[in-house]
């Protein structure tokens, strides 16, 4: 065969690059970047997530890793009260690592595009109930909650990211730890705050 008999099947000459768009200073945090997230280790007050250590709680979401301090049985971390957190507690919620909470620690997945199909919520060592309250506020937005202990919840996640599917996840560490200073909330020999 020689070159003059081979045909060429495309007419196409590639067309130079316009100049590539701006950079925006700005970042969405909330659209969906290229790769998936997956937890690759769990510790007693803090989560492996892309090689890096992360203390106290995580919200997963479209491929986004957001730091998530939340009160734990109705203790905030040393810094102050969480002021989007309720005042009194609902009797299902008394003793839980949900006391004391309203809406406000999930309000982030109102804005959130694409809306995850499923959240996969780690309540710590042990699976606790959402209360009900939250749980019709969550579906709401249009998401199916899945609630168990931390360890279960981050296999979960990280099963059903890999199977494609639109997921997000809150987890709090086993031993309730701030997200913001990296220190225990509650003691775990009393379940107290630590002087």
């Known amino acids: 065969m020689t070159a003059s008999s ?26 969906t970047p290229v790769g998936a997230v997956t937890v690759s280790a769990v510790g007693t007050s803090s989560f492996t997530v892309r090689n890096t250590q992360h ?14 301090d939340t009160p734990q049985f109705g203790i905030q971390a040393n810094e102050g ?45 042990t699976m606790h109930l959402m209360p009900v309250h939250l749980r019709k506020y969550l579906n709401g937005l249009g998401m199916q909650i899945e609630i168990m202990s931390t360890r279960h919840a981050a296999s979960t996640y990280n099963l059903l990211t890999q199977e494609g599917r639109k997921v997000a ?7 309730p730890t701030s997200a913001r200073t990296g220190l225990p909330i509650v003691s775990v020999q009393t379940g107290k705050k630590p002087t």
């Open 6 to 31: 081979i045909r060429s099947y495309s007419n196409n000459t590639p067309k130079p690059m316009d100049d590539p768009p701006a950079s925006s200073p700005m970042l969405n945090m909330l659209t």
């Open 55 to 68: 203390l106290g709680g995580l919200i997963l979401l479209n491929g986004s890793v957001l730091l998530w």
């Open 81 to 125: 009260p969480f002021t989007g957190v309720g005042v009194t507690s609902e009797a299902e919620s008394v003793g839980s690592v949900f006391d004391t909470w309203t809406e406000a620690p999930f309000k982030l997945f109102e804005f959130a595009h694409p809306v995850p199909e499923i959240l996969v919520v780690g309540t710590g060592a």
């Open 169 to 175: 996840a809150a987890l709090l560490p086993v031993v």
